[in-house]
Nanobody, 123 residues
Framework: QVQLVESGGGLVQAGGSLRLSCAAS????????MGWFRQAPGKEREFVAA????????FYADSAKGRFTISRDYAMNTVDLQMNRLKPEDTAVYYC????????????????WGQGTQVSVSS
């Protein structure tokens, strides 16, 4: 019933910026958290950032702190991830997810997932 669609991925040079957006449709009122995860080739799925339903609380992975910002856009009904000072290590498919835990979550805390958007950072 719930569908999530990511956009904004692309190819950028190291030090550049990208802004990812996650548009949701369907009934999402029961979800308490929204988050971003990423997965690079040959690696496990990795948590990036999460935000609670009200948008007043956020939680970041150490790799994202100081560089990435997760936010809710109430007007556009999206969950966004602003990524600055990108590094080649950030190269991955980025997934939007809706779930129930925003503080120090795991992938198991999220029920609905988008199909992902590719982020490639060149050196």
């Amino acid at each position: 019933q719930v569908q999530l669609v990511e956009s904004g991925g692309g190819l950028v040079q190291a030090g550049g910026s990208l802004r990812l957006s996650c548009a949701a449709s369907g009934g999402t009122d029961s979800m308490n958290a929204m988050g971003w995860f990423r997965q690079a080739p040959g690696k496990e799925r990795e948590f990036v950032a999460a935000i609670n339903w009200s948008g007043h609380n956020t939680f970041y992975a150490d790799s994202a702190k100081g560089r990435f910002t997760i936010s809710r856009d109430y007007a556009m009904n999206t969950v966004d991830l602003q990524m600055n000072r990108l590094k080649p290590e950030d190269t991955a498919v980025y997934y939007c997810a809706f779930g129930d835990v925003w503080y120090n979550p795991t992938p198991y805390d999220f029920v609905y997932w988008g199909q992902g958007t590719q982020v490639s950072v060149s050196s």
